[in-house]
Each structure stands twice: as C-alpha cells, then as structure tokens.
C-alpha cells in the first residue's frame, strides 16, 4: 500500500520560508516516468497546483510561484521537499503532496493521481 505523508510546521511567520516534507512509503520516487507534486487549497479557495519533481529529478513548476518555489528530494529517505520562500498571509492553507503518472503534471484533478497525502494546514501569521 503505498502513502504519501506531509509533514512540517503548521504556523510561519511572514517573509519566512515554508519548508514541508513529503515522505513515500510502498513505493519509490525513483519509479520510473511518475512525478511527484504539490497542490494547495487556501481556505474558501480551490486547489492550487504549485510544482512536481520527477523520477529524474526534474521539476517543474507554477510560473506564478516559481519566483518564490522550490522543489527537491532525498532519494535515499524517498522524500521530497517543498521551500516557499517571502511567505505572506497569502499562502496560508493546506498543502497536499501527490504522485502520478505524467498527465497528473500541472493538474488538480484527484484522479489524474494514484497516490495523495492527507494534507497538513500550514498558517502565515504574525
């Protein structure tokens, strides 16, 4: 059984940087042709799809966050990581980490994914 689980602060600061970390169990993030994204939901707001990193370390990213994004892995702890930098109130939200073959890049659609987190809140506040 493969499980996705996020794991990070819940509360930063403004202008911080938000670092969450998504570790893969039952399965690999080396497995060939999958990638391995992040997607938010602001509360009230919809998903929100913010990058991938793929099989070959590739990343791809939201052009609208990328200033500010980026994405990484550590393949011998099968993880992989987000850093959203300048964080404001903004970014507050849930932020979920999914797994999917190529037509999952750059899209919201829980069934383009075989494998979604359960999401963790994380908060910008003062």
């Known amino acids: 059984q493969v499980q996705l689980q996020e794991s990070g602060p819940g509360l930063v600061r403004p202008s911080q940087t938000l670092s969450l970390t998504c570790t893969v169990s039952?399965?690999?993030?080396?497995?060939?042709?999958?990638?391995w994204s992040w997607i938010r939901q602001p509360p009230g707001k919809g998903l929100e799809w913010m990058g991938a990193?793929?099989?070959?370390?590739?990343?791809n990213l939201n052009p609208s966050l990328k200033s500010r994004t980026s994405i990484s892995r550590e393949t011998s702890k099968n993880q992989f990581t987000l850093q959203l930098r300048s964080v404001t109130p903004e970014d507050t939200a849930v932020y979920y980490c999914?797994?999917?073959?190529?037509?999952?890049?750059?899209?919201?659609?829980?069934?383009?994914?075989?494998?979604w987190g359960q999401g963790t809140q994380v908060t910008v506040s003062s």
């Open positions: 999914a797994g999917g073959a190529r037509r999952s890049l750059y899209s919201v659609a829980r069934n383009e994914y075989e494998y």
């Open positions: 039952g399965s690999s993030i080396l497995m060939n042709a999958y990638y």
């Open positions: 990193i793929n099989y070959s370390g590739i990343t």
